[in-house]
């Protein structure tokens, strides 16, 4: 799903289920990343396949790791724009890694099934997942999740209007 919303979708649902657990922003962030290896290779007109080594789960975990050291020194900021939509966190490596991994391995999983030239599992090569389900099913499926995670979002934010902001860091995901 190349330069496309729908990864925000379902990493927005992700990012709102597991909020106590892992950072929002990171998730969503890293639910996206992994466009810009397609997006590189149009831009230089590159002779490679358009999802290739870093729409893997190896390719994904080394984004990870690199996304988690660069965002670390931003956890601050990014604690505040999160701030803003009443989703504060206190920010730390147990948050951002676990938050960096589910963001881009779902972005793998899901490209998986629509791309054939990927081969998720190198250094094995072929793609177990393409065609698991329709094409058309994984965009709904991205869209609905969206929209679920908005919803249970906006739960959040209401519930969160009449606590301290303190309490939105605890277990719950919709406290």
Known sequence: MPFTPYH???GFFLGIIFFPFIDFTVVMIASVVLDL???TIIILDL???LHGFFHTYLGA????LLLTVCIW???RYLSRIA??????QQSSFRHILPASLIGTYSHVFLDSILYAEMN??????????LNLVWSISIYDFCVVFGLLGFVLYIVRFYRSLSSPTE???QTSPFD
């Open 73 to 75: 020194p931003l956890r």
């Open 61 to 64: 975990t080394i984004i990870s």
């Open 8 to 10: 925000f979708g379902f």
């Open 167 to 169: 309490k939105e860091t």
């Open 83 to 88: 701030s803003i939509l009443r989703l504060h």
């Open 120 to 129: 998720p599992l190198y250094p094995l090569l072929g793609n177990p997942f």
């Open 47 to 49: 002779p490679l396949p």
């Open 37 to 39: 290896e397609p997006l």
